[in-house]
């Protein structure tokens, strides 16, 4: 069964670099049945989609947050990772990495974690 | 981008009732609609996948139907366990976008 640990810093000063490492365990990133996402969610709001990246390392981003993001993988490490510059309050949100099945649903979590973007 | 409109946002209901929460697309997505449940402090759960095939694991009282733009989810026989907040969410085209939120209170 997959797993998916969400790791990194849970404090953020305003206008750096956010960044976060997702470790698969029970799978392979290299997989080509699956997209690696990362998704975020305000405290208190909805969920937002931020990209996903495939094997081949092609990504896809949310317009809102293009420019801004950047998702990687690490095939030897089995992890994909999340940078997202120049953050402001708005970015605080609880961060999930996500297993989508290739145009269906997201069908495993982590567990999420907090990322607070203050000084 | 597609746009999920999900209604009501929130349902007070009583334990064993018949629930229906609604997911209208601003565009037709085909059967690429899914729902999650999540519970306090908990990620998201995929209940039903692909508009109305189940997922393993999840009891039988869920249950989801629709195609194009519009889309149900059912709980027939709430459990108080079933207390959340429910999302659909599509992924038939980029970006991938969610529902506002449905959540589901017992009484």
């Known amino acids: 069964q997959v797993q998916l640990q969400e790791s990194g810093p849970g404090l953020v000063k305003p206008s750096e670099t956010l960044s976060l490492t997702c470790t698969v365990s029970g799978d392979s990133v290299s997989s080509g049945s699956y997209y690696w996402s990362w998704i975020r969610q305000p405290p208190g709001k909805g969920l937002e989609w931020i990209g996903y990246i495939y094997y081949s390392g092609s990504t896809k981003y949310n317009p809102s947050l293009e420019s801004r993001v950047t998702i990687s993988l690490d095939t030897s490490k089995n992890q994909f990772s999340l940078r997202l510059t120049s953050v402001t309050a708005a970015d605080t949100a609880v961060y999930y990495c996500?297993?989508?099945?290739?145009?269906?649903?997201?069908?495993?979590w982590g567990q999420g974690t907090l990322v607070t973007v203050s000084s | 981008e597609v746009v999920l409109t999900q209604s009501p946002d929130f349902q007070s209901v009583t334990p064993k009732e018949k629930i229906t929460i609604t997911c209208r697309a601003s565009?037709?997505?085909?059967?690429?609609l899914h729902w999650y449940q999540q519970k306090s402090d908990q990620s998201p759960k995929p209940l039903i996948k692909?508009?109305?095939q189940s997922v393993s694991g999840v009891p039988s009282r869920f249950s989801g139907s629709g195609s194009g733009t519009d889309f149900t989810l059912t709980i027939d026989g709430l459990e108080t366990d079933d207390a959340a907040i429910y999302y659909c969410h599509q992924s038939g085209s980029l970006p991938r976008t969610f529902g506002q939120g449905t959540r589901v209170e017992i009484k």
């Open positions: 996500a297993r989508e099945v290739a145009f269906y649903h997201f069908d495993s």
């Open positions: 565009q037709s997505i085909g059967s690429r």
């Open positions: 692909y508009a109305s």
